[in-house]
């Protein structure tokens, strides 16, 4: 298992937080398919929660979040 960041957006509400994006390859063992780790670190740096998200729910994901989002307007 190898994780690679891909990026890193400051978490809203902390000082030092930040959402880490990261590629996990063979995340369950050889021949897994990769997956995005979605974590968040309230002090910038140390992942207390994450999660992943197969790339194949990656579009189903984003509306969802959109209409989360659109929610709370």
Do not use: F
């Not at 809203?12 to 974590?39: C, F, R």
């Not at 998200?53 to 579009?59: F, K, Q, R, S």
Request: aromatic share 4%; net charge negative; no cysteine.
């Amino acid at each position: 298992m190898a994780t690679t960041e891909l990026s890193r957006i400051e978490l809203a509400g902390t000082k030092k937080g930040a959402i880490i994006l990261a590629n996990v390859t063979e995340p369950y063992g050889t021949g897994t398919s990769d997956v995005v780790s979605i974590g968040i670190a309230l002090n910038g740096e140390d992942v207390e929660w994450k999660t992943h998200i197969p790339y194949e729910n990656i579009d189903a994901l984003i509306e969802a979040l959109k209409i989360a989002k659109e929610s709370k307007k």
